[in-house]
């Protein structure tokens, strides 16, 4: 028997997941090895990830015992777990006392204010000097202030909890300052939530405390939003705009016919997952999955990325392909855990596309794919920056 | 005659059921569950839709059974 590999593992190509994840594909449900030495197992098949995350005796309790890849020393216990930590039933209830705030109904009607805010900043990329980094200048402000507004957190403060959602999922910095980080932003929850509810405003947090949410279920809330709505739709626009600057065919499609982008959103959400060990989780009773029996208090991972190609699902997955129909893939989990903003997402991704390309037609990478700065050390991948010129 | 069918105990608001075929499927606007327009769709596009949406559902709420079958659906 081959030696187990140590995961977390980083990509070599900035288009497919390690090596390494691919080569445990042979081997569907693997054990492998963690950073602090204890073992877990990874699973990279489409259908057994799903079968594992739809299944109860499976937790999502990030403090029970034997969950996989926890920051190392002794764990803070926040006061109450945030939604994405909740088994059933408190999850459920937990979802959906919010879910009304994110049918695709309400994301629609953000469509006009979200389109003002990327017109906004494509006049100032404009505006600005060239070549422009797209990163700072679009892909990461607009899903900011996106999700700031809808959940009524002022914009002016958003330097402020950037930096510490970027310490806070960074794999390379000590455990206390990525928990030192989440604890800042739960306290600035803590006191937005108090000012709301002395001033009612008319937001997701205000209406939260409207309909008597608990105080610190609410901070939990609010600091899990706020974090998912930083770190991900961010960096999927800036791997998307990259991605499609590279291949002109897909993006004359998409040029053309703005029928075509929401495919390519599926698309470019497979062939990325910037974020799979999230979706990890802990057995509560021995459980067969793929034909393997994982004991009792064992975690699992899911390699999100590698199921996400795997060609019993997807043929040719290696091969960015609009017109594969990608929409089972599983970029945004699966399960009652699935993302709860990704249909925001969604709308967010295919107004950036289809504004910038129409507004910038010429636009251009200012550099090559292997001087680009990736997140390799981040839960999230992404891009550092993305240097563009018109 | 194929019936929809949907546990509202299990949906989890993830309307990607929604997006997949809009003519069968709407989310309650209050708690986001699913609400099923049409549960007796016809035509041969919509059920291959529909079974998609089947497919792809996070929860595993949605069914497909033949009418008559017992089973919670939303419509009164
Ligand atoms: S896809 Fe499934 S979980 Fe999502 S709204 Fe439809 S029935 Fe509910």
């Known amino acids: 028997m081959t030696e187990s590999p140590v995961l977390p593992l980083t990509r070599t190509c900035p288009y497919a997941p390690p090596a390494e994840h691919v080569q445990l594909q042979q081997e569907p449900v693997a054990r492998v090895t963690l950073p602090d030495g204890s073992q877990a197992w990874a699973l990279s098949r489409l259908e057994d990830i799903r079968a594992m995350l739809a299944d109860p005796r499976f937790s999502s309790d990030r403090q029970r015992e034997g969950f996989p ?87 002016a403060d958003h330097d402020f909890f950037q930096t510490r959602s970027a310490n806070l999922l960074d794999r390379t910095i000590p455990a206390e300052k990525r928990y030192a980080a ?39 809330l609010g600091f899990l939003l706020l974090l998912a709505g930083h770190e991900t739709t961010g960096n999927m626009i800036s791997l998307g705009v990259m991605t499609l600057l590279e291949r002109p065919s897909a993006l004359a499609a998409l040029k053309q016919d703005p029928a075509v982008t929401p495919e390519v959103v599926e698309e470019l959400l497979r062939y ?5 060990y999230v979706t990890s989780r802990v057995a509560r009773e021995d459980v067969e999955i793929g034909g393997v029996v994982i004991p009792a208090g064992d975690g699992v991972i899911t390699l999100g990325n590698v199921a996400n190609r795997d060609p ?20 945004f989990g699966f399960g009652p855990h699935q993302c709860l903003g990704q249909n925001l997402a969604r709308v967010e991704l295919q107004i950036v ?38 | 005659m194929l019936q929809v069918i949907a546990d509202l105990d299990r949906c989890v608001g993830a309307g990607q059921c929604v997006l997949t075929e809009p003519g069968v499927f709407d989310q309650d606007q209050e708690d986001g569950t699913v609400v099923i327009l049409d549960d007796t769709p016809e035509d041969e596009r919509t059920i291959t839709r529909v079974r998609e949406a089947i497919h792809i559902c996070p929860s595993r709420a949605l069914a497909l059974a033949e009418s008559g079958a017992s089973g919670r659906t939303d419509t009164p």
């Not at chain 1, 990325?272 to 799979?276: D, K, L, N, R, S």
């Not at chain 1, 019993?312 to 970029?331: E, L, N, S, V, Y």
């Not at chain 1, 990478?365 to 991948?381: I, Q, R």
Request: aromatic letters at 6%; charged letters at 25%.
């Open chain 1, 69 to 155: 890849l926890q920051p190392p020393g002794p764990r803070p216990a926040p006061p109450r777990q945030p939604m994405i930590g909740l088994d059933p039933p408190e999850h459920g209830e937990a979802r959906r006392a919010v879910l009304g705030e994110f049918t695709i109904r309400r994301m629609n009607a953000l469509r006009p204010r979200i389109q003002q805010i990327v017109d906004e900043h494509v006049d100032g990329l404009l505006a600005g000097p060239r070549p422009a980094d797209l990163v700072s200048a679009l892909a990461l402000p607009v899903p900011s202030l996106v999700i700031c507004e809808l959940l009524g957190v002022p914009y």
């Open chain 1, 182 to 220: 989440a604890n800042e932003i739960r306290e600035y929850m803590a006191t937005l939530i108090i000012q709301k509810e002395k001033q009612p405003t008319d937001d997701l947090i205000g209406r939260q405390i409207a309909k008597g949410a608990d105080r610190e279920d609410l901070a939990g």
């Open chain 1, 272 to 276: 990325f997952t910037i974020a799979e």
């Open chain 1, 312 to 331: 019993a699902a997807f043929a040719d997955g290696d091969t960015f392909d609009i017109g594969r129909g990608a929409r089972h893939h599983i970029a």
């Open chain 1, 353 to 390: 596309f289809d504004t910038l390309f129409a507004r910038i037609p010429d636009l251009r990478l200012a550099t090559t794919t292997d001087e680009l700065s990736f997140k390799d050390e981040s839960t999230v991948y992404g891009l550092h920056s993305l240097p563009v010129t018109w």
